[in-house]
């Protein structure tokens, strides 16, 4: 497995430890529809959120949120539909963005609630 997919691992499994302190109930992670791929589903409350993580070394050339380019919201939110489609309920759905930098004191945390909509 090439580098930045373990990257990407490692950023999940912190952000799915993060939602689940802060309550929220994880349904899956890396679900995937297509070619393109869904980080983290949840429930925070009545809302089905949609995760996307992005852990970075450094904030050097910008949060890490900063990536999650228009592209990539379309992308998640054509996967969204497409998993919405898979279950019986009618949720309200909310994009988050989790950036997470670790640097040499741990992890730095930012969960960006409501960070784009459809």
Same mark, same amino acid.
């Given at each position: 497995?090439?580098?930045?997919? #373990? $990257?990407?691992?490692?950023? @999940? %499994?912190?952000?799915?430890?993060?939602?689940?302190?802060?309550?929220?109930?994880?349904?899956?992670?890396?679900?995937?529809?297509?070619?393109?791929? $869904?980080?983290? $589903?949840?429930?925070?409350? @009545?809302?089905?959120?949609?995760? @996307?993580?992005?852990?970075?070394? !450094?904030?050097?050339?910008?949060?890490?949120?900063?990536?999650? !380019?228009?592209?990539? %919201?379309?992308?998640?939110?054509?996967?969204?539909?497409?998993?919405?489609? !898979? /279950?019986? #309920?009618?949720?309200?759905?909310?994009?988050? /963005?989790?950036?997470?930098?670790?640097?040499?004191?741990?992890? %730095?945390?930012?969960?960006?609630? #409501?960070?784009?909509?459809?």
């Amino acid at each position: 497995m090439a580098f930045h997919n #373990d $990257i990407g691992k490692k950023g @999940e %499994q912190l952000a799915v430890e993060f939602l689940r302190k802060a309550g929220y109930r994880i349904v899956c992670y890396n679900w995937r529809y297509h070619k393109k791929e $869904i980080d983290i $589903i949840a429930y925070d409350s @009545e809302f089905l959120v949609i995760v @996307e993580v992005k852990l970075r070394s !450094t904030d050097y050339f910008g949060d890490p949120s900063e990536f999650v !380019t228009k592209k990539k %919201q379309r992308f998640l939110i054509e996967a969204a539909n497409a998993y919405l489609r !898979t /279950i019986a #309920d009618e949720p309200e759905v909310r994009f988050d /963005i989790i950036s997470i930098i670790a640097g040499n004191n741990g992890y %730095q945390f930012d969960h960006i609630t #409501d960070a784009f909509n459809p």
